[in-house]
């Protein structure tokens, strides 16, 4: 016995509020969610809703289409009835939109009461219109959007500037008694975004929604990303997350999933550990690799694939995962279950990984 201290596998979650986007709850110990946004003109009913079935499948849990134009406005009851997740409606500037979103029954409204004061102050009636329809709200502040009077007081968009310009945006709508709130302040800065969020974790207790905005293309967004994600969800700092790339929204759900699965926030689905090649390798790994992640993408079932190079690692990893092979003279050891049950040429790897997943977990073939 080493006498080393029992640690949680997971984070403690920051106690906040509990509020509900349709039957999603956020924060107040709910599980940790996904959302993103359509990519679709919103008025295209039909592709909006094909973007969410898509996104749906992907894991996702709350979805977000802005709501620019009338035509957009006009679209939400059509997709509100037929979209399986909530919807929440992305507003700027206009009210009169805010009305519309809540008539149609978005689930939330995203909408800066800062913006709506400053061309046509309806807050109270926002407010009032939220509460009876029990429709909470997100105030979101981007570095980007920081109001002028705060960018003029502190230089840039500092993580006390995104914090102050939150917290006055929320105190717009307390002033009407209206605290259904949760809020994002993003910045394209990993390190900026995690100093503002813990800042808003120690000034109030309203769910957070956290993203790096603007994180850019894929890989590089996924790693800034998992980055800020992964250290505030470490202090238990997050009720919601966005991933937002340069990519279409299927990945950004894909990658959200995978940084919550990553913390053990998530019940993992597939997980393929694969060795990224050294010296010894006697296959080409990283081709492997791909073609197993291919095949089993969509895989309804939670296993473990380990696809590894060589006899050095790949035994004890194969033996470790649910499925695993072992390369190794252009032949492929299969495992299941700890144990050897058979030796595959190289091109009969992927098929046979398939096929012994389906046997194990009695699942369709994918199509
Ligand atoms: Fe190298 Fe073999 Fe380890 Fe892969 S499994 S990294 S090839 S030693």
Not at 33 to 62: F, K, N, P, R
Not at 242 to 250: D, I, Q, T, Y
């Amino acid at each position: 016995d080493l006498g080393l201290p029992s640690l949680p596998r997971t984070p403690a979650r920051r106690p906040t509020r509990q509020l509900h986007v349709g039957k999603v709850p956020v924060g107040g110990g709910a599980p940790v969610s996904v959302q993103t946004m359509t990519t679709t003109l919103t008025a295209d009913v039909d592709a909006t809703l094909q973007q969410i079935a898509e996104v749906t499948a992907a894991g996702c849990d709350i979805i977000r289409v802005a709501v620019p134009s009338q035509d957009d406005a006009d679209a939400l009851p059509a997709i509100v009835a037929k979209s399986k997740l909530p919807v929440i409606a992305d507003i700027h500037f206009q009210p009169r939109y805010v009305f519309a979103a809540l008539d149609a029954g978005c689930a939330a409204v995203r909408v800066n009461p800062g913006n709506i004061r400053k061309f046509d102050d309806r807050v109270g009636e926002i407010a009032k219109a939220a509460a009876a329809a029990g429709v909470p709200i997100r105030i979101g502040v981007n570095a980007g959007s920081l109001d002028p009077r705060l960018l003029a007081k502190y230089g840039r968009a500092t993580p006390e500037a995104l914090v102050e310009s939150a917290l006055w945006e929320c105190s717009l709508f307390e002033e009407h008694g209206f605290q259904d709130l949760k809020i994002a302040v993003k910045h394209h800065d990993p390190a900026t975004m995690i100093a503002a969020n813990r800042l808003l974790a120690a000034a109030c207790d309203y769910p957070l929604h956290l993203g790096v905005t603007e994180a850019g293309p894929a890989f590089q967004g996924a790693i800034k990303s998992a980055v800020a994600f992964g250290i505030l969800l470490g202090e238990g700092i997050g009720d919601t997350i966005r991933v937002s790339l340069s990519a279409p929204p299927v990945e950004q759900v894909k990658a959200g999933c995978h940084i919550l699965s990553s913390l053990g926030l998530r019940p993992r689905k597939l997980e393929i550990v694969s060795c990224p090649g050294c010296g010894r390798l006697q296959v080409d790994i990283h081709r492997l690799a791909g073609q197993v992640e291919a095949a089993f993408d969509g895989f309804p079932h939670a296993l473990r694939i380990a696809v590894m190079g060589c006899v050095v690692n790949g035994p004890g990893e194969a033996r470790e995962a649910d499925l695993g092979v072992s390369c190794g003279n252009g032949k492929g050891q299969i495992f299941r279950k700890g144990h050897i049950i058979r030796t595959v040429p190289e091109h009969k790897i992927v098929e046979t990984l398939l096929d012994e997943a389906l046997r194990l977990t009695d699942a369709p073939a994918p199509q």
